[in-house]
């Protein structure tokens, strides 16, 4: 099993381009999340999908858009990039309901100029 | 605002010694408690939970959850430099996600 995969591992971008980043998991997860990291800030929820055709708003959402694709994948798009999105962006998966382990991707780490 | 506090480091320890790593948090709702662990450019790998009052052990890791301080803490015996490391405490509350600390950063000197 490769757990949870994300492409690409590294994008630099201009301000106002647009892309998205994939995820994919094989654990048969419900849940599926995307953090940022950046230093000093922790770990901060963008969006999360808490099953298949749902999708709710994390900490730090804005200037993001997900879509669930089906069970197994769960796209993050950036419209239009700003400076402020250069981060490390992590996607997450987990069963779901009260007992919670996520488990983490590779990380994508973007900058954007 | 949900919060889970962490000492931000480093934690200094020598090689064999026990480290003790400490998170609080202030939603008394939570029901479901991780650490991860994080190498420098790598992504969090979780390493243990605990979800009643008490101690759990695996291997040389324990974690110690004390609800009525709203206080978890991991403790790793006989320290390695391999486990250098950023320790991520983070707190579910019977929903789907998790509100992370921001880490404590250990070092072990051989």
């Known amino acids: 099993n490769a757990g949870v995969t994300q492409t690409p591992k590294f994008q630099v971008l201009k301000t106002g381009q647009s892309m998205t980043l994939q995820c994919a998991q094989d654990?048969?997860?419900?849940?599926m999340y995307w953090y940022r990291q950046d230093p000093g800030m922790g770990l901060r929820l963008i969006y999360y999908?808490?099953?298949?055709?749902?999708?709710d708003k994390g900490e730090v959402p804005n200037g993001y858009n997900v879509s669930r694709l089906n069970k197994r994948e769960f796209s993050l798009r950036l419209e239009s990039a700003a400076p402020s999105q250069t981060s490390v962006y992590f996607c997450?998966?987990?069963?779901?309901?009260?007992?919670?382990?996520?488990?983490f991707g590779p990380g994508t780490r973007l900058t954007v100029l | 605002q949900k919060e889970v506090e962490q000492n931000s480091g480093p934690l200094s320890v020598p090689e064999g010694a026990i480290a003790s790593l400490n998170c609080t948090y202030s939603?008394?709702?939570?029901?479901?408690f991780f650490w991860y662990r994080q190498y420098s450019g790598k992504s969090p790998e979780l390493i243990m939970f605990?979800?009643?009052?008490g101690d759990k052990e695996d291997g040389r890791f324990t974690a110690q959850l004390n609800k009525a301080s709203q206080y978890v803490s991991l403790l790793i015996r006989d320290s390695q430099p391999s486990d250098s490391a950023t320790y991520l405490c983070?707190?579910?509350?019977?929903?789907?996600?998790?509100?992370f600390g921001k880490g404590t950063m250990l070092l072990v000197s051989p």
């Open positions: 997450a998966s987990s069963e779901g309901g009260s007992y919670n382990e996520q488990f």
């Open positions: 654990m048969n997860h419900n849940s």
């Open positions: 999908s808490a099953s298949e055709g749902t999708t």
């Open positions: 939603d008394r709702g939570s029901q479901s």
């Open positions: 605990i979800y009643s009052n």
């Open positions: 983070a707190v579910g509350g019977g929903y789907s996600t998790l509100t």
